[in-house]
């Protein structure tokens, strides 16, 4: 509906109001009409309920172009006039959303569902952020509420398929993706990316459960690559000990071709990623950390030369893996690595909780946390592991809204690529203090940089900064990616 049409509709609608009667007069036919007051409440009834709805439609043209700010405002507005509207509570959560609030676009979707349990925005948008934070079951099961009417609907199919591809549900994303290809036409874009997942996934079929956890802990050494931030350990995969790498921003296990030629490991299918070439997926039948044990890995064959970590490593694990483990702590200082396989229950002693959201683009994950600097209460979601040399990097605007004024980047250090060097006094990830001031880099760019422009792009989610791995290096970190979390316990002075 365009927006004359809708400013007609609304003209119509108050219009159509009865006019003003005495109290106590009657309607034609003899029935007992609306006195002046009830008259008057009716149509101020009318007039707001058009305008939450003219709202909701402005709201939504502002979004599909991008203009997060106004849709949000109006979608407030569409509440002030009608505080029951789903669908303003629904446009709400997709902007707060696209503001990088994630609480905020959770509690808005929430209420939209509590309003009409069928919402077909907000259920598609709840369920996305059900993945983000590690809750695939209860993404699945909201989709499908809202395929209870129609078993057809390519977003709620689609969103499931996500879910079942990250837990590595072979038998269920089949199905899923048989659904979803009666309805692709040929020039989707999603289309490659389906094949893709289809490829992996059929050769699994009927493969039993797929990454096994067997044991409660196993432990291992711990080693970062200082230019990239690639976190690699030692373990044996098959009975031969390689390095493996730990790669939450990938989905699938990669398997290096020569380790794979050495096992002898059995093709299953072929498989062509986005953007490589053609090769091989297998099953690694085991990888071990001490006495934890992963069996049944579904991998793609690669050639992980550019993983190289002081050597080509073995194995590299993605977020299918990843997310089967109950909690992955990588104790940066000490130079370990612990593996459990339950979550915790709690932020272990002297640790503290923090969100942990993956920001999924279907090619790419970015793992993200929360960041507030200088005493500021504003906190706002950064890459976990950036790879700039300095502890932070912030963007202009997060660098601003934390009480800096734009006075401090009147002269940048490096004008060509916006740069500010910074010293920032006070850091919190999450709750949890760091000691010290730390340099800092502000981004004055707009987009800061290529890579969060890339990731508002492809996840309509704003990311404020960097926390990169000079900071990480001083910590000790514990991934439970199936619960959302992390915990952090910066290292002691």
Same mark, same amino acid.
């Given at each position: ?19 003003? &009667? ?7 036919? +003899? ?33 599909? &172009? ?58 598609? +948008? ?34 499931? =398929? ?12 089949? &199905? ?15 289309? #490659? ?16 459960? /797929? ?31 390689? *390095? ?5 921003? *990938? ?13 002898? /490991? ?23 950390? +001490?006495?934890?044990?992963?069996? %049944? ?16 490593? +073995? ?16 104790? $940066? ?37 929360? /960041? ?5 209460? $504003? ?53 949890? #203090? ?6 800092? =880099? ?25 926390? %990169?791995?000079?900071?990480? *290096? ?20």
């Amino acid at each position: 509906m365009s927006f004359s049409t809708r400013v007609l509709a609304l003209v119509v609608l108050t219009l159509a109001v009865p006019a003003c &009667k005495k109290a106590g007069s009657t309607a034609p036919g +003899g029935g007992k009409g609306l006195t002046v007051e009830e008259s008057d409440k009716k149509r101020a009834a009318a007039q707001q309920d058009a305008k939450a709805r003219t709202l909701v439609g402005l709201a939504n043209e502002d979004l599909s &172009k991008g203009r997060w700010v106004s849709a949000r405002e109006r979608a407030k507005r569409a509440l002030e006039a009608e505080p029951n509207n789903a669908d303003a509570f629904a446009v709400l959560g997709a902007a707060n959303w696209r503001a990088g609030d994630y609480d905020g676009s959770t509690k808005a979707f929430k209420e939209a569902l509590e309003l009409d349990a069928k919402n077909f925005g907000a259920a598609v +948008g709840l369920g996305r952020n059900y993945q983000a934070a590690g809750d695939h079951k209860s993404a699945i099961a909201l989709q499908d509420t809202i395929l209870a009417a129609d078993p057809n609907q390519f977003d709620p199919l689609v969103t499931k =398929l996500w879910s079942y591809y990250a837990m590595a549900d072979a038998d269920n994303a089949v &199905k899923t993706l048989d659904t979803l290809f009666k309805q692709v036409e040929g020039d989707n874009p999603l289309r #490659p990316l389906l094949l893709a997942h289809a490829a992996f996934m059929r050769p699994l079929e009927g493969k039993g459960e /797929l990454i096994k956890v067997e044991g409660v802990k196993g432990s291992s050494d711990l080693q970062v690559d200082p230019n990239q931030g690639i976190k690699h350990a030692g373990g044996t995969v098959g009975g031969e000990f390689t *390095r493996i790498v730990f790669f939450e921003l *990938r989905e699938e296990a990669r398997i290096h071709k020569a380790l794979a030629d050495q096992l002898k /490991l059995k093709p299953l299918g072929k498989i062509t990623p986005i953007g490589g070439a053609e090769t091989n997926v297998v099953l690694i039948p085991e990888i071990k950390f +001490g006495d934890l044990k992963l069996t %049944n890995v579904p991998a793609i064959v690669d050639d992980l030369t550019p993983y190289t970590v002081g050597e080509v490593p +073995g194995v590299v694990l993605g977020r299918q893996v990843m997310n089967k483990i109950g909690a992955i702590t990588f104790d $940066f200082p000490n130079a370990s690595l612990e593996l459990t396989a339950a979550a915790p229950t709690a932020a272990p002693a002297g640790a503290s909780e923090a969100p942990l959201l993956l920001i999924d683009m279907h090619i790419l994950l970015v793992p993200v946390t929360t /960041l507030s600097i200088d005493g500021s209460e $504003f906190k706002f979601y950064a890459w976990l592991g950036g790879s700039y040399g300095s502890a932070l990097a912030i963007a202009r605007k997060e660098f601003l809204k934390s009480g800096h004024l734009p006075r401090e980047l009147e002269q940048l250090d490096d004008p060509t690529n916006g740069l500010k060097m910074v010293f920032i006094e006070k850091v919190k990830v999450g709750d949890t #203090p760091v000691n010290g001031g730390l340099g800092g =880099l502000v981004l004055a760019n707009t987009p800061p940089d290529a890579g969060l422009g890339q990731i508002v792009e492809g996840s309509s989610f704003e990311l404020g900064g960097y926390i %990169n791995y000079p900071l990480l *290096r001083t910590m000790k970190v514990t991934y439970a990616l199936a619960k959302g979390k992390v915990y952090l316990a910066s290292k002691a002075k």
